[in-house]
């Protein structure tokens, strides 16, 4: 099964600090990478979403940088805020006539004040 | 902004006993319909894809006889747990693909917690 690798598992950040969360992946028929953030009890909200032929998008505080011939991307929360406290999930989507989207594991971000 | 819910939001029901959880897509209309289940601080794991008018296309391992999947209008998508057990309780969502949107992108309903005792 196509697989998408997001780490750390968890983090831990202090407010106005930089948060940094990675993907990986292995099927080079992926050409969507989105971040979803979830807070708990709620489903997944699009955060920022990238195509493989930038790498780098940015929007208000959030950065998707995408390296793809490591097949890697990742996402940065600039002057993370308490509020931003919530899990976020990478996925990645290939050309197909469903499209469908495969999820990583997910990161558990705290944000302490 | 598109907008997708979820009714019930939470469920507690008996073994044995069936289950609808209905998606709908309130300001839009969704050619597909997507069903996830969560199990706690886990991901998304996909379900089934459900296209209005035609049968769902049920993820390797999951159950169609189990999980059945209506999507009869492009904007209502039931999931029927049938003869639910302890197991199959989770967190269920759906999201909705919009037919004049972007080719990828979802949007996620806020989920339903089914308890079976």
């Known amino acids: 099964q196509q697989q998408v690798k997001q780490s750390p598992q968890s983090l831990i950040v202090q407010k106005g600090g930089i948060s940094i969360i990675n993907c990986a992946y292995e099927n080079t028929a992926f050409d969507y990478f989105p971040w979803y953030q979830q807070f708990p009890g709620k489903g997944p909200a699009l955060l920022i979403a990238?195509?493989?032929?930038?790498s780098e998008k940015k929007e208000g505080r959030f950065t998707i940088s995408f390296n793809k011939s490591a097949k890697q991307f990742s996402l940065h929360i600039m002057d993370s805020q308490p509020g931003d406290s919530a899990t976020y999930f990478c996925a990645a989507g290939a050309s197909g006539s469903a499209r469908q989207l495969t999820f990583g594991s997910g990161t558990q971000l705290t944000v302490l004040p | 902004g598109a907008v997708v819910s979820q009714h019930p939001s939470r469920v507690i029901c008996k073994s044995g006993t069936s289950v609808k959880i209905e998606c709908r897509s309130l300001?839009?209309?969704?050619?597909?319909m997507f069903w996830y289940r969560q199990f706690p601080k886990k991901s998304l794991m996909l379900m089934a894809t459900s296209n209005e008018g035609s049968k769902a296309t049920y993820e390797q391992g999951v159950e169609k006889d189990k999980f059945l999947i209506n999507h009869a209008s492009l904007t209502l998508s039931t999931l029927t747990v049938t003869s639910a057990h302890p197991e199959d309780s989770s967190f269920y969502i759906c999201?909705?693909?919009?037919?004049?949107?972007?080719?990828?992108?979802?949007?996620f309903g806020p989920g339903t917690r089914l308890t079976v005792t």
């Open positions: 990238i195509r493989p032929d930038v």
């Open positions: 999201s909705a693909r919009e037919i004049s949107g972007l080719p990828y992108e979802q949007y």
């Open positions: 300001d839009f209309q969704a050619t597909t």
